[in-house]
Every structure is written in C-alpha cells, then in structure tokens.
Nanobody
C-alpha cells in the first residue's frame, strides 16, 4: 500500500521556523523524485521545492529560495522541508508528492509510465 504521511505542521509566529517531514512507504522511495507543494483554499497548488531521487538536483520556488531547504534520507524513506524566516504568506496546507517515470518496451520502443503519489497534507499557519 502506497502511503505518504506529512507531519510537523503547526502554528508559528512570523520569523519562526518549522521542519516538515514526509514518511514514505509501499514503493521504492529511492527511485522517486520528491516535491513539496502547498495550497491555500481558493488558490492553485504551488510547487515549493523538489529534489531528485538521489538528491543531486534541487529546485525552489523563488518565494522560498534562501529560506527553505529540502532534503531526503533514502535509507529512512523520508523527505524533509526545513522552513526558516516564515511569513504569513507561507500559510498553507503543505503536501508531499512522489513522482517517477518507468520505462517499458512496447512495440520495439520505450514507452514511459508516470507514477504520482500524494500525501494528505499538513497545515502550516504563520500568524502573530
């Protein structure tokens, strides 16, 4: 059973810090790129940070660059998001996402199959 479980959210004052965790199970974690998304009610889901399967490439949204750090521990099937200097605009539900592309031979050609898993989210509220 594929499962992604986020934790670490909560209420924090502006300028404070939180560390989100995502525990993965039911799939080969080390083969998946991991991404943190966030969403505010009524708004589109926003990509916050992503990390490749080996951790060799990392991307951040401009709005969080320099403040947030994504990391992963493949031995523990965990991905983290360290959030510093939090601002009210960071308030959202944060979701953990796992993505992978599997290739199969079909009709003499390699054909991709996409895998995309989501957690239930954890609430982060930044308020004074």
């Amino acid at each position: 059973q594929v499962q992604l479980v986020e934790s670490g959210g909560g209420l924090v004052q502006p300028g404070g810090s939180l560390r989100l965790s995502c525990a993965a199970s039911g799939f080969t974690f080390s083969n998946y790129a991991m991404t943190w998304y966030r969403q505010v009610p009524g708004k589109e889901r926003e990509l916050v940070a992503s990390i490749t399967s080996t951790g060799g490439r990392i991307n951040y949204a401009d709005s969080v660059k320099g403040r947030f750090t994504i990391s992963r521990d493949n031995a523990k099937n965990m991905v983290y998001l360290q959030m510093n200097s939090l601002q009210p605009e960071d308030t959202a539900v944060y979701y953990c996402n796992a993505q992978s592309t599997a290739w199969r031979l079909q009709g003499g050609s390699l054909v991709p199959s996409k895998y995309d898993y989501w957690g239930q989210g954890t609430q982060v509220t930044v308020s004074s």
